[in-house]
């Protein structure tokens, strides 16, 4: 079989990053700023429990999130950590820590529109759930979308698994009627969706991941991004590790589930995340993952080697 030649607007490599996708819309690198808004989440204030997802840490997915209270404050922290600034170089907003959308719109509208308009941010990606998406705050962002249509609105939902047997163990508290409900809106609004996939966890097989991807595909979301599970310190998910309840996914492992799940995908879908970021300090497994540098050269060299590319076992729908 032929060499697999790739995309030019994919940019060398084997499948479409969200790297690629910047810099082919506004023609230069951009860097995520994280944020922490000081929201909470229906997970842990009681409305459908108090403990959090079963992976999530203390920080509510905000561990690398720049420290601050006002967000214009956290804005100029995180432009200060890139250096001086380069001609070219954006920076989008991202909105990271618990559920960026559970509060009333008149409480969210000046959070996003300090981010939206500030000189240096391209744009804002707002991480949350599918079941914190009422109207009135659909009908915020898509006035921010027309107030601000030159710059990017992302939303961000956590789905993690179509199964229901894990999403009952990972406390998920939404159906997955809920995400479909949200997809749809948020495709009626011209906004969006990136959408977060968690590879290796507890009890689910390549086949049930494979059976994620393949339901994705048929929503046709932006952008997707892939996650090793990290069991972190703090987590209900930490005590079931040391309790031998489950295994974490060994390198290899992790990589055939990946590719397979990238040859799978459809090639019109953003890739925001291959691998992800587990703070070193909360990090317990798997270790591996530490050197994410060494993930995605393994990723790309294992791709190359087996003349692999996303989309090249999807068939459309």
């Known amino acids: 079989m032929a060499e697999f030649m790739p995309p030019a607007h994919?940019?060398?490599?084997?499948?479409?990053?969200?790297?690629?996708y910047l810099r082919n819309t506004l023609g230069c690198k951009c860097y995520k700023i994280a944020l922490d808004a000081h929201m909470t989440c229906p997970n842990r204030d009681g409305t459908l429990d108090t403990r959090g997802c079963l992976f999530c840490s203390a920080g509510g997915s905000g561990d690398f999130a720049v420290p601050g209270q006002d967000i214009q404050e956290q804005l100029q922290a995180g432009l200060a950590l890139f250096g001086k600034k380069q001609v070219g170089r954006r920076y989008i907003a991202y909105f990271q820590a618990y559920t960026n959308t559970y509060a009333a719109p008149e409480i969210l509208r000046p959070l996003y529109v300090r981010a939206l308009e500030h000189p240096d941010i391209c744009g804002i990606a707002i991480a949350t759930r599918p079941d914190c998406l009422p109207h009135?705050?659909?009908?915020?962002?898509?006035?921010?979308?027309?107030?601000y249509p030159d710059k990017l609105i992302w939303i961000e939902l956590g789905l993690q698994t179509i199964h229901k047997e894990t999403a009952r163990l990972l406390r998920r508290g939404y159906e997955l009627s809920c995400f479909e409900t949200a997809m749809k809106n948020l495709h009626m609004l011209g906004i969006p969706a990136i959408v977060h996939v968690i590879l290796g966890l507890p009890g689910e097989t390549a086949n049930q991941m494979l059976e994620t991807i393949h339901y994705l595909n048929t929503r046709t979301p932006f952008g997707i991004k892939l996650q090793l599970l990290h069991v972190l310190e703090g987590t209900d998910l930490a005590a079931l590790y040391r309790a031998?309840?489950?295994p974490v996914l060994e390198k290899e492992e992790y990589l055939d589930i990946l590719v397979n799940c990238l040859t799978h995908l459809s090639p019109d879908i953003?890739?925001?995340r291959v691998t992800g970021d587990g703070p070193k300090?909360?990090?317990?497994?798997?270790?591996w993952s530490r050197d994410k540098r060494d993930v995605l050269n393994s990723l790309h060299r294992k791709m190359r080697l087996e003349n692999a590319f996303q989309g090249k076992a999807f068939r459309g729908i």
């Open 10 to 20: 994919w940019l060398g490599k084997p499948y479409y990053s969200v790297s690629a």
């Open 136 to 147: 009135p705050v659909l009908r915020l962002l898509a006035e921010l979308r027309s107030l």
């Open 244 to 246: 031998g309840a489950f």
């Open 270 to 272: 953003v890739v925001h």
């Open 281 to 287: 300090s909360l990090l317990i497994a798997p270790l």
